[in-house]
């Protein structure tokens, strides 16, 4: 029996006006959800229990750690860019569980507001990567300077920066561009916002924009927070 979350982000994608493989890609992945939520869990555990030795002030990674490793085992070395990097909590995962080529983590860093508070998750940031230094590089400014000076091309990318629709579609695009092919975009926040009401300028509002604009473009997976698209061969 589907849950209620299921009927409520259902109604989501159709307020959305998300494509019909993406509304049904998201429903396979409910419908299979029992049968693989052993598994889920003890993968998250499993993540969990590696964070224990970090500083961390929230995970909102590990609950995403099935997914990223049934779909990134593909690669036997992975190229991997993350737009937004927070504490590091994504990144530690790739570099902990897959051979890399490279790994660039791109973040501002600094919100004038809460200076003190971004200081601290930076600094988070440093300590929990500093056993990975020589296999990630970072770069401290906007996602749109960073890809301005970027010659580099990527496996997998994953975009969890800004949230607001107009940045996430530039994001999208951008990456888009350099994502090799067969490669992985990976969403984040999908499902953003008070999803019993009618959110706006959320990201879904871009991903679901940038997907019916692309016509070499596979949908592999939508879970409760994330969409993962493939670049396919035009």
Same mark, same amino acid.
């Given at each position: 029996?589907?849950?209620?979350?299921?009927? !409520?982000?259902?109604?989501?994608?159709?307020?959305?006006?998300?494509?019909?493989?993406? &509304?049904?890609?998201?429903?396979? *992945?409910?419908?299979?959800?029992? !049968?693989?939520?052993?598994?889920?869990?003890?993968?998250?555990?499993?993540?969990?229990?590696?964070?224990?030795? +970090?500083?961390?002030?929230?995970?909102?990674?590990?609950?995403?750690?099935?997914?990223?490793? *049934?779909?990134?085992?593909?690669?036997?070395?992975?190229?991997?860019?993350?737009?937004?990097?927070?504490?590091? $909590?994504?990144?530690?995962?790739?570099?902990?569980?897959?051979?890399?080529?490279?790994?660039?983590?791109?973040?501002?860093?600094? #919100?004038?507001?809460?200076?003190?508070?971004?200081?601290?998750?930076?600094? $988070?940031? @440093?300590?929990?990567?500093?056993? !990975?230094?020589?296999?990630? =590089?970072?770069?401290?400014?906007?996602?749109?300077? !960073?890809?301005?000076?970027?010659?580099?091309?990527? #496996?997998? &990318?994953?975009? #969890?920066? =800004?949230?607001?629709? +107009?940045?996430? /579609?530039?994001?999208?695009?951008?990456?888009?561009?350099?994502?090799?092919?067969?490669?992985?975009?990976?969403?984040?926040?999908?499902?953003?916002?008070?999803? /019993?009401?009618?959110?706006? $300028?959320?990201?879904?509002?871009?991903?679901?924009?940038? &997907? =019916?604009?692309?016509?070499?473009?596979? &949908?592999?997976?939508? *879970? $409760?927070?994330?969409?993962?698209? @493939?670049?396919?061969?035009?």
């Amino acid at each position: 029996m589907l849950s209620k979350n299921f009927y !409520f982000r259902f109604n989501y994608l159709l307020e959305k006006k998300a494509n019909i493989k993406v &509304i049904l890609a998201f429903t396979l *992945n409910s419908i299979l959800h029992p !049968f693989l939520s052993r598994k889920k869990k003890k993968l998250k555990k499993k993540h969990q229990k590696y964070l224990l030795k +970090k500083k961390l002030t929230t995970d909102y990674f590990s609950i995403n750690a099935y997914y990223w490793g *049934n779909i990134l085992k593909k690669f036997s070395k992975i190229s991997y860019l993350e737009i937004g990097s927070f504490e590091g $909590n994504s990144a530690l995962y790739v570099l902990k569980n897959f051979q890399t080529k490279k790994v660039i983590c791109v973040d501002i860093w600094h #919100d004038k507001n809460e200076p003190e508070l971004q200081e601290r998750e930076f600094k $988070n940031f @440093k300590y929990n990567l500093k056993e !990975f230094n020589k296999r990630y =590089s970072m770069f401290k400014g906007t996602s749109d300077n !960073f890809f301005k000076k970027n010659n580099n091309n990527f #496996d997998i &990318i994953y975009v #969890d920066g =800004s949230h607001e629709s +107009k940045q996430v /579609y530039k994001d999208l695009n951008n990456s888009w561009y350099i994502l090799n092919n067969n490669g992985i975009l990976i969403c984040d926040d999908y499902f953003y916002g008070n999803i /019993y009401k009618k959110p706006k $300028n959320v990201p879904a509002d871009a991903i679901n924009k940038f &997907i =019916s604009e692309k016509i070499n473009i596979k &949908i592999l997976c939508v *879970n $409760n927070s994330q969409i993962f698209l @493939k670049k396919i061969n035009s």
